[in-house]
């Protein structure tokens, strides 16, 4: 397994502004993921972040509103960008662990009003 | 299009019966599932996987079983404790290329002691 942490854990936010969130591995993994989960949903693939590589995104999602930066294998952030309430959301970053596993970060709450 | 579905988004047993978790899925080309226990304010916690080759797969008291010709997974967790009770997420995916996993939407156990 792998020892993820996120920061902030959650935050409120104003319209318009931006929040960038942190995740952090106890070890190095070549494939991070970001999800979104909204109040009473499932959860939502944002986007795929390898290090060395741009991120891909998933099809609903846009580098200008949730840009993703993999700096090394340790570390990514993503941003949510000019928010709205409709961001509101639990953040959540995953690694790929061992074959075909993921582990999940504990999440940032986000709360836009 | 949901392509992975978990139709009981609630299930509530008597703690030392067993508890089933019922996931369907739609994409024959799914061939990787994994399934997740979250308690509330944290992240997913991974629970146990199968892979398409097997039809079952045991982990101390939880069981998956697969039946790829009905597209149906069940998670079998026995016997059933208070500590869980959480939401169970069911996840799908095609583990050639790109890794990515559908997840369910969940379903809410409550373990009665």
């Known amino acids: 397994s792998a020892v993820i942490s996120q920061k902030p854990s959650r935050d409120i936010c104003q319209r318009g502004t931006s929040l960038t969130i942190q995740c952090q591995v106890d070890s190095q993994v070549t494939m991070m993921f970001w999800y979104r989960q909204q109040p009473g949903q499932s959860l939502t693939l944002i986007a795929t972040a390898n290090q060395g590589s741009e991120a891909t995104y998933e099809s609903g999602f846009v580098i200008d509103k949730f840009p993703i930066s993999r700096p090394n294998l340790t570390f990514s952030t993503l941003t949510v960008s000019n928010m709205s309430p409709e961001d509101s959301s639990i953040y959540l970053c995953?690694?790929?662990?061992?074959?075909?596993?993921?582990?999940f970060g504990p999440g940032t709450r986000l709360t836009v009003t | 299009d949901q392509q992975v579905k978990q139709n009981s988004p609630s299930l509530s047993v008597q703690e030392g019966r067993i508890s089933i978790l019922n996931c369907d899925y739609t994409?024959?080309?799914?061939?990787?599932f994994l399934w997740y226990k979250k308690y509330p304010a944290e992240g997913p916690t991974f629970l146990i996987s199968?892979?398409?080759?097997?039809d079952k797969n045991e982990d101390g008291r939880f069981t998956v079983f697969l039946n790829k010709s009905a597209k149906h997974l069940s998670l079998h967790i026995v016997p059933s404790q208070p500590g869980d009770s959480a939401v169970y997420f069911c996840?799908?995916?095609?583990?050639?290329?790109?890794?990515?996993?559908?997840f369910g939407t969940g379903t809410r156990l409550k373990v009665l002691a």
């Open positions: 199968i892979s398409s080759i097997k």
């Open positions: 996840a799908a995916g095609v583990t050639s290329g790109t890794y990515k996993y559908i």
């Open positions: 995953s690694v790929e662990v061992g074959v075909n596993e993921q582990y």
């Open positions: 994409n024959s080309m799914f061939d990787y």
